[in-house]
């Protein structure tokens, strides 16, 4: 069985600084895909950024990048340039064909941005 | 014109009761998942349909039960419902079996009390 590993319960950054939140991730399989969510207090689950296995380049959307590690089966998401509506919870997931492509969820980081 | 959307967004109940929740998408879509996210706000798999047919049935009590009636919908009946079934349940879709394009809906809060 696949597992997702968030060891960050809770974290805090300040405005405009940048944060690394991590994820490790358990499988056999070569083939799989990576995901951040995001939800904020609305719930709203909303998708930060995708990581197909098998590139090899770090995904980005706009301020936030990711450390894929295949080897290490890593994969960490950095926020930059922190904002305060970046405040909520974040959640590593892994999905491959063993599993349906359904979502298999890490525990969570609970991530605040201070002024 | 929300993408995947779930009726009610509230729902409290009595313990013993019977509740459906309601998933529709209108992104065309051909795979549906029921996850429920605790108390502690983990997220699990509970179903997903693939053009109406079940492809995952993870280990739920046989009182939860989905229905497929079309491929844009995919709900979820509880029988007998029981305190530890208080969570949120979320609906979501994706274009394939591969995940692409995967959407969440708002999640509905179901209380039993």
């Known amino acids: 069985a696949q597992t997702v590993t968030q060891s960050q319960p809770e974290m805090s950054v300040q405005e405009a600084e940048t944060v690394t939140l991590s994820c490790t991730y358990d499988?056999?399989?070569?083939?799989?895909?990576l995901f951040w969510y995001k939800q904020p207090p609305s719930r709203q689950m909303i998708l930060v950024i995708r990581?197909?296995?098998?590139?090899?380049q770090n995904a980005t959307e706009n301020r936030f990048s990711v450390n894929f590690q295949k080897a290490a089966k890593s994969f960490s998401l950095k926020i930059s340039d922190s904002q305060l509506g970046d405040t909520a919870m974040y959640f590593c997931?892994?999905?491959?064909?063993?599993?349906?492509?359904?979502?298999?969820f890490g525990k969570g980081t609970s991530l605040l941005v201070t002024p | 014109d929300t993408a995947v959307s779930q009726t009610p967004k509230y729902l409290v109940t009595q313990m013993g009761n019977d509740k459906s929740i309601k998933c529709e998408q209108n992104?065309?879509?051909?795979?549906m998942y029921w996850y429920k996210q605790d108390s502690k706000k983990f997220l699990k798999i509970m179903f997903s349909?693939?053009?109406?047919?079940?492809?995952i049935n993870e280990t739920v009590p046989n009182r939860f039960s989905p229905k497929s009636p079309d491929k844009a919908h995919l709900n979820l009946h509880i029988n007998s419902l029981e305190l530890g079934d208080s969570a949120v349940y979320f609906c979501?879709?994706?274009?394939?079996?591969?995940?692409?394009?995967?959407?969440f809906g708002s999640g509905t809060r179901l209380t039993v009390v």
């Open positions: 499988t056999s399989e070569s083939n799989y895909y």
């Open positions: 990581q197909e296995a098998y590139k090899q």
């Open positions: 997931a892994f999905s491959n064909g063993n599993s349906g492509y359904a979502l298999n």
């Open positions: 992104l065309g879509h051909d795979t």
């Open positions: 349909y693939n053009n109406k047919e079940l492809i």
């Open positions: 979501a879709s994706s274009q394939d079996l591969m995940g692409y394009g995967y959407t």
